[in-house]
């Protein structure tokens, strides 16, 4: 399977406890976005990757929120401290470097937070 | 903020019928896409329509832009069971590379 990979597809944590969730895109993919889904709404942008470098976050991506693509390839996505109010899916897309192009995405990651 | 709305929210229909969904936007873009998200799931990438074109087709799916209304539409024709999904449309705004998407629109189709 060549498509975007995301682990784990479920977590369930206690609040004020750390998750961290991985993304593997398409491999020749250079750009990596991070969204966030909650029910009934459409994906909100958090952040997105060019290569290694994170060239934009949203205002949503509070300081609890953190995201790293070392060399490029996986990505991580953590919280810390999680809230009721994190407990959402976390979606991974990847795309090609020529810009606004359309995105892949991997099957999300479910957070809920107890 | 969300830049796409779709209207409605909610629809159903019965198998073999079209179905049609409208997006609305705020600003200029660079194109516009639809993605379908079935229950639990990621996106899929369903057509994306460029700003300087007026209609698309692909298989059963036709989407149209209408930039002076900053609106668009997608119909499914001749609907299947397997159609049933969420549906978004996605814009690209101008000097933006990210995607911001509507709340979409929620299909059933009856057997």
């Known amino acids: 399977d060549t498509g975007v990979s995301q682990d784990p597809r479920h977590k369930i944590t206690k609040r004020g406890q750390n998750v961290t969730f991985r993304c593997d895109p398409i491999?020749?993919?250079?750009?990596l976005y991070w969204y966030r889904q909650t029910l009934g709404q459409g994906p909100e942008f958090l952040t997105y990757?060019?290569?290694?470098?994170?060239?934009?976050k949203s205002r949503l991506l509070s300081d609890r929120f953190s995201a790293e693509r070392p060399k490029g390839s996986f990505s991580t996505l953590e919280i810390q401290r999680t809230e009721q109010g994190d407990s959402a899916m976390y979606l991974c897309a990847s795309s090609l470097d020529r810009g606004r192009e359309k995105l892949f995405f991997g099957s999300g990651t479910q957070l809920s937070v107890l | 903020s969300q830049q796409g709305e779709e209207d409605p929210q909610a629809l159903s229909i019965q198998e073999g019928e079209n179905a049609t969904m409208n997006c609305s936007y705020k600003t200029s873009i660079n194109n516009l896409q639809w993605y379908r998200q079935n229950s639990g799931r990621g996106l899929v990438h369903l057509i994306l329509?460029?700003?300087?074109?007026r209609e698309k087709h692909s298989g059963r799916l036709r989407v149209t832009l209408d930039t002076s209304k900053k609106s668009s539409s997608l119909l499914i024709t001749a609907s299947r069971a397997a159609d049933t999904a969420s549906y978004f449309c996605a814009t690209t705004p101008l000097n933006d590379y990210k995607l911001s998407f509507g709340a979409g629109t929620t299909v059933t189709v009856r057997a």
């Open positions: 491999s020749e993919h250079n750009r």
């Open positions: 329509i460029r700003s300087n074109e």
């Open positions: 990757f060019q290569n290694e470098a994170q060239l934009e």
